[in-house]
């Protein structure tokens, strides 16, 4: 049981933990969740001991191991393999010295601690969390420095699941994985036999893998059953109730306070009063709950163009005279939201590179609209900015005609206000920096964005506020993302970039995370065989929808220009004697737009139950 009690400790000054305290039971599995800067981190490192407590006591059952994933990603020459069986240390050190023991007794206590700690089958449960994290069997003999710091990242990560501590801390796990891997990840920490304390703002994450959120805000610690949309709805409970309390109180200090002042210079007042400045001193103020500001995304709005705006027939892509994509036949619309699936390694980041001209195509043919603007974020341009130069003048370097007010609206208008404009790129936070970069992929407006991992270092607040800004933005989105959540709201199209090619997935993202989790199992055919009815393909239903959204399109026209009508057929002067023919006129374009809106309504309704029927199939 990790029990914290009564902690206090400030960083520069600034107090992150003031009292706060908290119980965590053994072999739960907890989400620790708050906003960007309020010491979710910092806590990690107190329950570690890497830093000192001004007050208060973090403590956990005798010899219980705590484990998380180490700052230095592993780049020696050895083994992905053998870093990982390392980890466990106890194992390593009887292994070696079973090699070189001569006494029989101490031969003999050797083998049988090996037993208990099933130490013949740890080669194959570290080749399988190796296989889970996206590590295949010719990949798990190389050395860790034959891979990207990213990639060594994810052995750090099997290392720490493989040694299985009693406390297994994780801090922000999914930022170097990809959707694979987090989907594994989050079966595998239901399994997992001890406590777990993850950092996290994936909201799929802290809904599948955890069963208690602790929350950090406003320097206390609040521990809630359930996983992330039961904390979400009982703390809207628990503050609706503050924010009444509050109010209520108000009135009733109001209401005291409005005695004190009628009746405080009256003798015949002045011990009710008195009595009642006693009560207001006594009264200890309920606080109504402060908002943080809201985040924001807004993206500029592009022009309409005729579709398709990207095409291609029978094209190819790849690097020197290596094909890494072929035979690929696509199409895009303004008003298409595609997600890319697949395996890192098929060809996700190159297909992304090919449509936004970033790469040729090497065979085949490619066209796209005149003047069409494309719009590209991926993680390493966080990564790319200036570090000695301030959001401002990055943007000035885009915008060198606009004036400050301007380009200070542009920042505000992604979240980042006056102090972060003026503030050097090294000192701002990582979802500060993401922001950044997202404002300056979109400033052009263009007709197509195209967003690889973007929500890495985003806070939930902020990862919502940016499935907001997808949904309003009237161009079209390419999506990459291990964001379950963010997929599911923002995209309506899937792609599957695999074997090669990218031809579109016919199921939804529910049915692709069941065959990912499924791909170990030996049967699953009968799961291919289950639908009878022969479900519309993702283009129909994409054509239902288009239908849908022009439908409304027109009735919300129609009924603009009812109103402008009534408007005008409301003027009582357009019933004056001189006005008599034009009345006629105006009362038959009345009657043409409401025939024809009510003919709208019917075809919307018809093409939204068409929808409906093609989507429950």
Known sequence: ???????????????????????????????????????????????????????????????????????????????????????????????????????????????????????????ARAASILKGLGFDTEAQQRPCSDFSGGWRMRVALAAVLFSEPDLLLLDEPTNYLDLEGALWLEAYLVKYPHTVVIISHDRELLNRSVNGILHVEERNLTYYSGNYDQFARQRAANRAVQAAAAKKQDLRRAHLQGFVDRFKAKASKAKQAQSRVKMLEKMETIRAPEDAARTVFTFPEPEEMSPPIIATEGASVGYGDKVILSKMDLRIDQDDRIALLGKNGEGKSTLAKMLSARLEVMSGKMTQSNKLRIGFFAQHQVDELFIDETPLMHLQRERPGEGQARLRARLAGFGLGADQADTEVGRLSGGQKARLSLLLATIDAPHMLILDEPTNHLDIESREALVEALTAYSGAVILVSHDMHLLSLVADRLWLVSKGTVTPYEGDLASYRDLLLARDKPAAKPAAQKPKVKRPTRDAILALRSDARKSEQRVAKLTQMKEKLDTKLGDPEMYEPENKDQAKVWQGKHAEVMTALGRAEIMWMKALEKLEKAEAQ
């Open 1 to 123: 049981m990790l029990r914290i009690k009564d902690i206090t400790y400030a960083v520069e000054g600034r107090p992150l933990f003031e009292g706060a305290s908290a119980t965590i039971p053994n072999g739960h599995k907890v989400g620790l969740v708050g906003r960007n800067g309020t010491g979710k981190t910092t806590l990690f490192r107190l329950i570690y001991g890497e830093l000192v407590l001004e007050s208060g006591d973090i403590s956990l059952p005798n010899r219980a191991r705590i484990g998380g994933i180490s700052q230095e990603a592993p780049s020696s020459n050895v083994s992905l393999i053998n870093t990982v069986l390392a980890a466990d240390t106890e194992r390593a050190s009887l292994m070696a010295e079973s090699e070189t023991a001569t006494d029989p007794h101490r031969i003999a206590d050797i083998q049988t601690r090996l037993v208990d700690i099933d130490a013949w089958s740890a080669e």
